[in-house]
């Protein structure tokens, strides 16, 4: 069990939570929640033995194995399906202990190294990299490439799978979810639900909350309390808690101003001097209920444009793509004012090739893209932030939008985005990436859009926040298309989705657990052919079947051949074994014997480690054979 017992901690001169106290059993899976900079990371740091605590003791269980996915993307030219097995630190010890044994000739610690080895399923260490790299979405050959060669999210997901490579008994993961998308996202889900080990996860992305936490950890108010539940469960007690609280808060509030309104009646009368001192003392005395902030900091809306267009914007068999090659091909769209429309499909299947096809700022390599007259397009990525001017404050941003908007009217705008004095009025360099996101946000929301275009919007915004752009989006009455992987935002403000994929855009004909169950299907749907054949005679037929066998028959024979040469190696292993069992051998006398049985048995296991590893590689390759053939391997 983890517990914090009345722990304080404090950044500077800043409490981040003061005594706190809760326990984690084993096995719980916790969200961790609360508004940036409430100290959900350093709550990690201090579980890491990074950070010490004020006051107050954080007990973790000697040797438990923790694995954390780093937020820091490493910088190497290591091959990605090598650096995932690095998190795997104990295999990567005992294989180098093997390597150190071999060059010495040690063979009793090259047997004591592989039997370590095999303990940690390390012989399938590829195959177990592998499976997660294609679960977050890498593709095949992704495995050979340098990490060096990768997008930041895409080495973001990098560490993500080294995280999960590593044996634990406490996860830590900080945000899993941002960097991926639906598809990576379900399977992650699927791979934390089946996770055995107590794990404490921070999220913003409430469905992925729901779907792998049994208990929510939130941080507020210098407070931390844990709440039975998923992030659903967790919402509903804490509002009964807060109107438990809004209560006696106002409860408080009125006994508070009667002993005021006695004390300013009676404290100057001889006879009632001692009644005012003591409701003074009692004053004193009484613990304060903070006012529970029921409200978010957050209270905005799109402002939309005065004129419109029908249709906004029409694409007509159109093509997108870079240098001439095609990401997505005959694409045919038609937007009208109140479209509400989710992307679905994998990453790099070309839904920001598609936004930003839409917004005009990618030019079609086939076909015509054509505006309305009054289209008006709010367009947001990530690169919406790298563009603000960091030495420039909030309000300076709106005003270059709106020279001639007043500064109340700009600063009343941004206060809805928790943008409030100072916080308005400084420049935004030292801003965090939560807050660069807000006011990108603020500064599309200004410029009364009709169509809104948005990638990836909630990317570094907490709960808070997200609420309330999904309220926003729900009351602007302008088209909306929207590319997320938070399910709560798409499920509450958008009505329909397409799908990308295949290099084409077609509408999806269902809601978001239609799309799960898509992706679950997909692998076998993916084995279907779905393209017309020409007819050909009943020779010609069976002549193609039996070259198409003809390719596979070098394949089987050597997964045959693998698999009998493992089985032989199986048998001497197991007799081997059954000779170094018996205890006479350890006698004084026979230490060459031992020592030559202890030989063979590591040389026996490493010819067999060898095998295993070349029958799943012909294996594997037969199966790819089989599926481009058509064939049963």
């Known amino acids: 069990m983890i517990s914090f017992e009345a722990v304080t901690l404090r950044r500077g001169s800043r409490v981040l939570f003061e005594d706190a106290s809760f326990a984690l059993h084993d096995g719980q899976h916790a ?153 990576a996202t379900d399977w992650l889900e699927g791979w934390l639900k089946r996770y055995r080990g107590t794990l404490l996860v921070i999220s913003h992305d409430r469905d992925f909350l729901d779907g792998t936490v049994d208990t929510i950890v939130h941080i507020e108010h210098q407070a931390v309390r844990a709440y039975r539940g998923n992030y659903s469960a967790f919402e509903v007690q804490r509002a009964e808690r807060l109107a438990q609280q809004q209560a006696l808060h106002d409860k408080q509030q009125a006994r508070i101003k009667s002993i005021e309104a006695f004390v300013a009646r009676f404290r100057a009368k001889a006879t009632k001097a001692r009644q005012a001192q003591s409701r003074l003392k009692e004053l004193a005395r009484m613990p304060q209920v903070e006012a529970a902030h029921v409200d978010s900091p957050f209270d905005f809306r799109i402002r939309e444009a005065d004129k419109v267009s029908d249709p906004l914007l029409v694409m007509d068999r159109v093509a997108l793509g870079y240098d001439g090659r095609r990401v997505l091909d005959d ?30 700022a990618l030019a079609p390599l086939a076909g015509a893209r054509t505006a309305g007259t ?26 270059r939008l709106s020279p001639r908007a007043t500064e109340q009217d700009c600063r009343d705008f941004l206060g809805g985005f928790d943008f409030h004095g100072d916080a308005a009025l400084g420049p935004i360099r030292p801003m965090s990436g939560g807050e660069k996101a807000r006011l990108a946000l603020a500064l599309i929301a200004w410029q009364r859009p009709n169509l809104l275009l948005l990638d990836e919007p909630t990317n570094h915004l907490d709960l808070d926040m997200r609420h309330a752009l999904t309220v926003a989006l729900q009351a602007f009455g302008g088209a909306l298309v929207v590319v997320s992987h938070d399910r709560y935002l798409l499920r509450h403000s958008v009505d329909e989705f397409w799908l990308v994929a295949d290099g084409r855009v077609t509408p999806f004909d269902g809601d978001l657990d239609d799309y799960h169950r898509y992706l679950a299907g997909r692998e076998a749907a993916a084995s279907v052919r779905v393209e017309a054949r020409p007819a050909r005679d009943a020779r010609a037929e069976r002549r193609d079947a039996a070259e198409r066998r003809a390719r596979l028959a070098p394949l089987k024979k050597d997964v045959a051949r693998l698999e009998q040469a493992m089985d032989g190696g199986r048998a001497a292993l197991a007799g081997l074994q059954a000779r170094l069992a018996d205890s006479a051998l350890y006698a004084a006398g026979r230490t060459d014997e031992l020592q030559q049985l202890l030989r063979e048995q590591g040389a026996l296991q490493q010819a067999l480690a060898t095998q295993e590893e070349a029958w799943l590689e012909a294996q594997e390759a037969l199966e790819t054979l089989a599926a481009e053939l058509d064939l049963d391997p």
Not at 341 to 360: R, V
Not at 374 to 398: I, N, P
């Open 31 to 183: 969200g961790l929640t609360g508004a940036n900079g409430c100290g959900k990371s350093s709550l990690f740091a201090l579980l890491l033995g990074e950070l010490g605590v004020d006051a107050g003791e954080v007990r973790v269980p000697a040797g438990l194995r923790i694995a954390h996915m780093a937020q820091e993307v490493e910088y190497t030219d290591r091959a990605a399906l090598d650096y995932v097995i690095d998190g795997d630190r104990e295999l990567r010890h005992w294989q180098d202990a093997l390597a150190r044994a071999e060059a010495a000739g040690d063979d009793h610690a090259v047997a004591a190294a592989h039997a370590e080895i095999d303990q940690r399923d390390g012989y399938n260490a590829h195959f177990r990299a592998g499976r997660l790299l294609h679960g977050l979405g890498f593709a095949n050959d992704d495995g050979t490439r340098p990490v060096n060669a990768f997008s930041g999210g895409w080495r973001i997901r990098l560490n993500l799978a080294r995280a999960l490579m590593c044996p634990s008994d406490l996860l830590l993961l900080d945000e899993p979810s941002n960097h991926l998308d639906l598809d």
């Open 331 to 360: 694409v045919r769209v038609n937007l009208h004012p109140g479209a509400r429309i989710g992307l679905l499909g994998a990453n790099g299947a070309g839904k920001s090739t598609l936004i930003k096809g839409l917004t005009g």
């Open 374 to 399: 009054h289209l008006a397009c709010g367009y947001y990525d990530q690169q919406q932030l790298e563009a603000l001017d960091l030495d420039a404050s909030a309000l300076t941003h709106l005003r």
